[in-house]
């Protein structure tokens, strides 16, 4: 007989940030791992971004849902490309194929997100560089 | 051929609250409906709780992840209890079949969550009153 | 660091038939079960059912598939009455909410089902009567 | 409001078998796409793998679980090797991140597959050749 999966909880002011890798992110970000769900393929992360930072062009595999907590986050290259700029307080879905290809902070910014498989990085012609989900999210925590 | 699903943005405090539904809540609870999944079942809210008020007696379908962003959460009775106690900034993850006895606000407080599959809000026997999922959730935010 | 989930194999011929519990089904329909997932709510069977047997009224809490691999199933009614007959080699998609009031066997049948959620056994109004998951199905399995 | 997601029925002997891309598999394997959800980023499959075939390596990003309904199948290397050797009627459960160097079918087989999340092909080193989810999937099926 299988048992329930444990609860569990975080203090996330009592965790300190950790870079985020730089192969996959510019400018500074920082990162706490809040959860991996291994049966599922999901993980949970919030994110510190300094003014002027931003991520490395990926795909979402699966749905992704993020809370910006602080500041304001271009996706997609933001409202004047047809993106969305989202500004504290704000919510966003991404979709299992949204391609991402430029993500970036104008101002220091803050936010929380649940990831349900992985996020693909890409060259610019959409070829794989490497494949992201909760097994080396946790790796690279640590 | 199917199309991707479309991204979402929700500007949360261009949204009103909306009182949540008494029958499920005590204390005067309101919250904000962001998203719901209707093929993968799942749901994304904000709850802005009073000192005092409380959630009834529900059991999660799947697994839920909130991050507590104002105040302080009994979750599974709190600490004192063998539950826990979210102080913001707080994550935390319940399981699938977690029971939900006691969750109450012992001070102003305010979470996100997300939950996968319905609550099943029970009698204190355990035997269901009734089945909250996106599309009721959707259905009761109007 | 959590591990990776293990793999898992059934040799499902060499398990044999358990009856499925009367207060959900009539006529005689047995099942084996061969997989649960606790930290995602899912759980996977296959079904025996001879000729006239159904299963009482319920509703999907989210998503399940099903490969008809011998007979035939009237699904929420059967084709004659606006839903599905599948007949043997049939693969189905039952979402989220699906409501299953009838599902009957006109001739001995089995087919294989791997469900999101629980079902939700209902009485003619809908008020629900058993929340049946993974972890009910594991105990009913035994 | 969202809508409920429509059910969805495939009369399997109606559709007739296709190639399964030669890029990702060798010996004359041929598939019929059965579902797609664009939402939770799954899909599934029926396969049929002559005797002597095998899929190229690849990492399964999510849970996949599959029922065998015809012949034998070794997964991950066959028994002998510490991986599985699936015989009619077998289910298996492979977990996220599980990856399959060798999957090749010693006599003319067929099996069912539901897939959470993409495949990712790779080279001996583990790089990624590229990610085939539902969406790829779709497209490889026309």
Redesign the interface.
């Known amino acids: 007989?299988?048992?329930?999966?444990?609860?569990?909880?975080?203090?996330?002011?009592a965790v300190g940030w950790k870079p985020f890798p730089e192969a996959f992110s510019d400018g500074g970000i920082r990162w706490k791992l809040?959860?991996?769900?291994?049966?599922?393929?999901s993980w949970?992360a919030?994110f510190d971004c300094p003014k002027g930072s931003s991520f490395a062009p990926h795909?979402h595999?699966?749905?992704g849902?993020y809370?910006m907590?602080k500041g304001k986050m271009d996706?997609?290259g933001g409202t004047a490309a047809g993106g969305?700029t989202?500004?504290a307080?704000?919510?966003?879905?991404?979709?299992?194929?949204?391609r991402h290809d430029q993500t970036s902070f104008p101002v220091d910014s803050e936010f929380?997100m649940?990831f349900?498989?992985?996020l693909?990085f890409i060259k610019p012609d959409g070829a794989?560089?490497?494949?992201i989900?909760?097994?080396e999210a946790?790796?690279a925590w640590g």
Chains 1, 2, 3, 4 share one sequence.
Do not use: N
């Open positions: 007989m299988k048992p329930k999966i444990s609860e569990e909880y975080v203090q996330i002011d809040l959860h991996v769900s291994p049966e599922r393929g949970t919030i795909v595999a699966g749905p849902e809370l907590t996706v997609r969305d989202a500004i307080p704000g919510y966003g879905f991404e979709c299992s194929g949204a929380y649940t349900l498989g992985p693909t794989p560089i490497a494949v989900g909760w097994a946790q790796g």
